[in-house]
């Protein structure tokens, strides 16, 4: 069984950056894909960003596209999302999630692990 937690959230202004960690303990992170969801109050959870045990990365919504990159550090048991010229519409707590069948898959159902949440608020 793996656990994952996320760090890394916070305040920033908009146009900074953040970059948010998703570690795995428990279980090595290398065999399971790995995604960004995120849910922003009083909205459905959504996909954000994903990548293949052996790489390979999809992104969700296009306002994330060229703004946000997944990438992972497979000795570190960790995935990133480095996130750059944040808007006021990314506030939103984000989620991590690992599926041992799925990669870039949408639907959170594929996944079996989720950490509990990183809080980003990005003011204007």
């Known amino acids: 069984q793996v656990q994952l937690v996320e760090s890394g959230g916070g305040l920033v202004q908009a146009g900074g950056s953040l970059r948010l960690s998703c570690a795995a303990s428990g279980r090595s992170l290398d065999s399971y894909h790995v995604a960004w969801f995120r849910q922003a109050p009083g909205k459905e959870r959504e996909f954000v960003a994903s990548?293949?045990?052996?790489?390979?990365?999809?992104y969700g919504t296009d306002s994330v596209k060229g703004r946000f990159t997944i990438f992972r550090d497979n000795a570190k048991n960790t995935v990133y999302l480095q996130m750059t010229s944040l808007k006021p519409e990314d506030t939103a707590v984000y989620y991590c999630?690992?599926?041992?069948?799925?990669?870039?898959?949408?639907?959170?159902?594929?996944?079996?692990?989720w950490g509990q949440g990183t809080q980003v608020t990005v003011s204007s």
């Open positions: 999630a690992a599926s041992t069948f799925y990669s870039g898959s949408y639907y959170r159902n594929n996944y079996e692990h």
């Open positions: 990548i293949g045990s052996r790489g390979g990365s999809t």
